[in-house]
């Protein structure tokens, strides 16, 4: 299976931060990389998908970038209700395989 | 705008076989993406993706499951349904389901489900 890490595991940041997570994968997965945000309680919510497409209705300030197997979500000003953890996941490959999360919590 | 809601036991005793439904509403199974995906979030908070079925029945499932996995569909009830056979305290989790397989862009709230005697 594909190996998704994710960096940080948690980090501390405050509102109007700009915020990246790192996604690596094991091996190429061609931009096959999608980002959810999830809140306690509820299931997750596709942010990104295809590495840098936006999904209709997610605000502006997410972005999500590739480089080789490395990639990033971008927070470009951290809002109240963006604290709480991202996944990336990886489509390229079957079995698809989530990163173990990103809890961004406030400073 | 589509809707999932998963149905079935919240407890299941260990060795027995989950049931468990996903009703979608506000949307024809059959039409627009047409892959519908179980995934489970075990405790840590890990996710696994299950697998997923075409409305057509064309199922993929994950090997690390497969042994024990049967998903279905019945598309006159707009519905498709996961059964995990042998369950064991490494099942409790809770479970989704989604439209998409590649990517998921619409989730039920997910159900816990928990194995104990």
């Known amino acids: 299976d594909i190996q998704m890490t994710q960096s940080p595991s948690s980090l501390s940041a405050s509102v109007g931060d700009r915020v990246t997570i790192t996604c690596r994968a094991s091996?190429?997965?061609?931009?096959?990389l999608n980002w959810y945000q999830q809140k306690p309680g509820k299931a997750p919510n596709l942010l990104i998908y295809?590495?840098?497409n936006l999904q209709n209705g997610v605000p502006s300030r997410f972005s999500g970038s590739a480089s080789g197997t490395h990639f990033t979500l971008t927070i470009s000003s951290l809002q109240p209700e963006d604290f709480t953890t991202y996944f990336c996941q990886q489509s390229h490959t079957t079995p698809y395989t989530f990163g173990q999360g990103t809890k961004v919590e406030i400073k | 705008q589509v809707q999932l809601q998963e149905s079935g036991p919240g407890l299941v005793k260990p060795s027995q076989t989950l049931s468990l439904t996903c009703t979608v509403s506000g949307g024809s199974i059959t039409s627009g993406v047409r892959y519908w995906t179980w995934i489970r979030q075990f405790p840590g908070k890990g996710l696994e993706w299950i697998g997923y079925?075409?409305?057509?029945?064309?199922?993929y499932y994950n090997p690390s499951l497969k042994s024990r996995l049967t998903i279905s569909v019945d598309t006159s009830k707009s519905q498709f349904s996961l059964q995990l056979s042998s369950m064991t305290a490494a099942d409790t989790a809770v479970y989704y389901c989604?439209?998409?397989?590649?990517?998921?862009?619409?989730w039920g709230p997910g159900t816990l489900v928990t194995v104990s005697s």
């Open positions: 079925i075409h409305y057509n029945g064309f199922t």
């Open positions: 295809a590495a840098s």
């Open positions: 989604a439209r998409g397989y590649t990517y998921c862009d619409s």
């Open positions: 091996e190429n997965i061609n931009n096959f």
